[in-house]
């Protein structure tokens, strides 16, 4: 659930003028890719009939991705890298037309970077329900109207099905590792754990084991704020003219999640009791900096994201449970093969390191046992994102293996 974009994960900072203004004009309907828009560095695969856990239909999908390296004539040097709830397939590169952001994990993976480029193959997609080119609400269904509300109801299990897909057409049988941050993690473990002979590697950074009830309440009161804003209109707002759509409710939510993403610790040292301006907040029309920073970040987060994909992505998390079906998460752990590394952040309140630690005491085989690697730092849950040096250093264990 984290920020999952360069431009958002740096330390958080008072929003200047010149951010003001970079988000003048009204914001558009929704933020999703859409055909006809340049496709930058994407590439597509198609699929057919795709049946859902739960037992609904898509009669046809594809997943965007990108990829960067050589696959060896083995076939052995691939690399899946999973991204968040509002990240896509672009790992690394510029911004530019199609990629309104740049690369939101480039400096570890490249030439010579911890996921070095020149050794594995790697491939980043965007999830199946997101909203950067693979096919999620905002894509139009077979009677050529958005799928919008009508959507099939995911789960992480399904997600990684269609990535199984995926891997199948491109002829990979085995991964030689995938890596995944929150829950790109909660993929990454899905796989290790679903696929445990098609996984010889994982890194599960930032990831719990369940969506607990505390993380599902987070979601839920998210996904109401969505909903509850006029001009989502049930989810049937494609139509809309731009600054019409429901952008209210869908950068609330946003900032709600960023409350989770960063810790105490940052804000308070960052913006103390600041003030946007030179006028008082104190009763006289005013900001706090730390009011004008989030509202700055939730519209940033409209240009950019679709609201129903928000919601099909987020009940997506809240379906998580590697346990599930599978005798609960101890025994379900067991089934790892893979060599895993298990990382947290002491200050992260979304996914708190007792997860992590959970998570590495059911694996057989951890870089470190039965206990996760910690990070210490003031970043909270965007901590895997910002703390690059130190991420760095672990994967590079990871893959020296």
Not at 59 to 86: C, K, M, Q
Request: charged fraction near 20%; hydrophobic fraction near 40%; aromatic fraction near 8%.
């Amino acid at each position: 659930m984290d920020w999952q974009i360069s431009e958002d994960t740096v330390p958080s900072a008072p929003i200047t003028e010149a951010d003001a203004r970079s988000l003048l004009g009204r914001p558009p309907t929704t933020g999703a890719w859409r055909d006809g828009d340049p496709v930058g560095d994407r590439r597509f695969a198609a699929f057919g009939e795709f049946r859902t856990e739960n037992g609904e239909r898509l009669p046809g999908f594809r997943l965007a991705y990108e990829t960067w390296g050589e696959l060896s004539p083995a076939r052995d040097n691939a690399v899946l890298i999973l991204h968040a709830l509002t990240g896509d397939s672009h790992v690394r590169g510029s911004a530019g037309p199609g990629h309104p952001t740049a690369g939101w994990w480039g400096d570890l993976v490249g030439p010579g970077a911890a996921i070095d480029t020149d050794r594995w193959f790697v491939i980043a997609p965007n999830m199946l329900g997101g909203c950067q080119g693979s096919t999620g609400p905002a894509s139009i269904a077979p009677d050529g109207y958005e799928w919008a509300a009508r959507f099939p109801y995911l789960t992480i299990r399904d997600q990684v099905g269609a990535q199984a897909l995926l891997a199948d057409a491109l002829g990979i049988d085995r991964w030689a590792a995938v890596v995944g941050g929150s829950m790109g993690g909660m993929h990454a473990l899905e796989w290790a754990v679903g696929h445990p002979d098609r996984v010889e590697r994982a890194a599960i950074l930032s990831s719990p084991p369940i969506t607990t009830a505390d993380q599902i309440a987070l979601n839920t009161v998210q996904a109401d704020t969505i909903r509850m804003d006029p001009r989502f209109a049930g989810g049937a707002f494609y139509d809309a003219a731009d600054g019409d759509g429901p952008h209210r409710g869908l950068a609330l939510a946003r900032r709600m999640a960023m409350l989770s993403y960063r810790s105490p610790t940052e804000l308070n040292q960052r913006f103390q009791r600041s003030w946007q301006s030179g006028v008082s907040p104190l009763g006289r029309g005013g900001r706090f900096a730390v009011e004008s920073y989030l509202d700055f970040h939730g519209n940033k987060f409209t240009r950019r994201f679709d609201a129903n994909s928000y919601l099909t992505l987020v009940e997506a998390m809240n379906s998580h449970d590697v346990g599930r079906d599978r005798d609960g998460v101890e025994d379900a752990l067991r089934r790892v093969t893979a060599t895993t590394l298990v990382l947290g952040v002491d200050t992260d309140r979304l996914f708190p390191v007792d997860g992590q630690h959970r998570i590495a005491r059911g694996i057989p085989n951890t870089l470190d046992g039965d206990q996760a690697v910690v990070l210490t730092s003031d970043f909270g849950h965007d901590g895997f994102l910002i703390e690059t040096a130190a991420v760095d250093h672990h994967l590079r264990r990871l893959f020296a293996v």
